[in-house]
């Protein structure tokens, strides 16, 4: 018995150990996540109009004298994946996983991993990856951003893929992120994707003509949505991280309560056992 | 005058909504002006001065470099790398950019990234600090 009490305080010590580290996650989580949402916050306007109006001129569009409005006659897909760069952030970097492989299936893709889970996690499966500078999505900028979208648009024209898609996870609210994939190159596929036909006959003008205007605002468009989908996540990764670190807190105090009830039943047990051991010693005499 | 809504968004948040007389910026081809009832548009931005003309004609001028502008159905939207009002443009910070992209440009020895590096660094120091006279 004494042995058993031995194991349950040994047992109730390293859960409580588990539950301090865990604590302390949530408060780092939750105190990085200010800035984060924060950050996200005042990004999500831009974010937001630069895909409408990408989307509106999609929609209207009927200039393909651009590579980027064309319909790219290459199959292959770039997907840009935005995770976190560790784990302990409950189901966050699973989902969006789930979410590119569900909407990956049977096409012939690459990735341009951001984020260190990413490019583990496409380094094991043997997934080609594009580059993979920016592995850590907490030091990715507005200017690493750009890069990336050169990058991109580099090996657009290049033809090493014909389409683009993005993904990353949207920051709802605290307490709900959802993993997203959309497209956003060629102009083609963002048409289908809103799925507008061009139902009125609204042209729009470039100036000074539509090959010069998409080759200028297409690297900008693609690094506004990489940094979007960057600010988008790591809000999400941390609110993720909060509320799986706070739930572990939660069935650590829960097991420490257990564990404690059945520390006491063994002490009181044995304490029990002695009485009973001493009365029938002091009978015998 | 009639007016029309403009937007005016960038990597740091929606600094302008509301609805405007007249918009005055620099594209890829030369300066150009947006006002009410517009076709549907949509050019490239470059760097220089723009000015918005507000509902009650007062005109506010900023420091506009790279982005896009695009009027769609009468709504006018101006997504800039960055925007800043003449007022919040920091002239010290600016000046010291300059010099700094003067020093590395007449040092030589650059590479040709570096070298589009630092003179758009100088052009965006230059136009700053026009702006903010």
């Known amino acids: 018995m004494a042995g058993n009490m031995k194991a349950v305080k040994l047992r109730i010590k390293s859960v409580q150990s588990t539950m301090q580290i865990t604590k302390a ?10 800035k984060a949402k924060e950050r996200a916050e005042t990004c999500r306007p831009y974010f937001t109009e630069l895909h409408e109006t990408l989307k509106d001129i999609a929609r209207e569009n009927i200039d393909f004298s651009s590579v980027y409005a064309r319909e790219s006659s290459n199959p292959r897909c770039c997907y840009v994946v935005i995770v976190g760069d560790r784990g302990l952030a409950g189901g966050y970097n699973a989902n969006l996983f789930k979410c590119l492989e569900s909407a990956a299936e049977g096409k012939d893709y690459m990735v341009l991993p951001v984020g260190k ?50 993904c990353y ?5 605290m307490l709900s992120q959802q993993p997203e994939v959309f497209s956003i190159l ?17 042209l729009i003008l470039y100036e000074p003509n539509a090959e010069v205007v998409f080759d200028a605002i297409v690297p900008e468009y693609l690094a506004g949505l990489v940094y979007g989908g960057v600010c988008e996540s790591t809000a999400s990764e941390l609110a993720a991280r909060r509320m799986a670190m706070d739930a572990a807190t939660s069935n650590a105090e829960e097991m420490i309560d257990k564990l404690n009830l059945y520390y006491n039943r063994a002490r009181q047990a044995s304490i029990t056992q002695e009485i009973t051991e001493i009365v029938a010693g002091a009978e015998g005499l | 005058m009639s007016t029309f809504p403009l937007r ?42 723009a000015s918005v003309v507000m509902e009650d004609g ?42 700094r992209a003067e020093e590395m440009i007449a040092k030589g020895g650059l590479t040709d990234q570096e070298y589009k590096m630092a003179s758009a660094k100088l052009q965006r120091a230059l136009v700053r600090l026009s702006v903010k006279e």
């Not at chain 1, 996650?25 to 200010?34: G, I, N």
């Not at chain 1, 999505?137 to 993005?166: M, P, Y």
């Not at chain 2, 005016?8 to 009410?36: K, M, N, Q």
């Not at chain 2, 939207?77 to 010099?99: F, N, S």
């Open chain 1, 169 to 173: 996870t949207v920051f709802t609210s």
């Open chain 2, 58 to 99: 007062t005109r506010r001028t900023a420091a506009c470099i790279g982005g896009m502008l695009s009027v769609m159905n009468g709504t006018c939207r101006l997504l800039a790398t960055t925007w800043e009002w003449k007022e919040d443009i920091d002239a010290e910070r600016a000046q010291a950019a300059k010099k």
């Open chain 2, 8 to 49: 005016i968004g960038t990597p740091d948040g929606l600094l302008f909504e509301g609805d405007v007389e007249r918009v005055v910026c620099r594209s890829v081809g030369g300066d150009l002006a947006i006002l009410a009832r517009h076709c549907n548009f949509c050019t490239a931005l470059g760097m220089g001065e």
């Open chain 1, 186 to 202: 060629p102009m083609t596929d963002i048409r289908e994707e809103s799925g507008g036909k061009v139902d009125t006959k609204n």
């Open chain 1, 117 to 166: 889970k990413a490019v583990e996690y496409f380094r094991q499966r043997g997934i080609e990856c594009l580059t993979d500078r920016f592995a850590e999505i907490a030091g990715v900028s507005v200017a690493d951003c750009f890069e990336i979208a050169n990058l991109l648009c580099e090996e657009f024209r290049k033809g090493t893929f014909g389409h683009i898609e993005l």
């Open chain 1, 25 to 34: 996650m949530e408060l780092v989580a939750s105190s990085k996540l200010r």
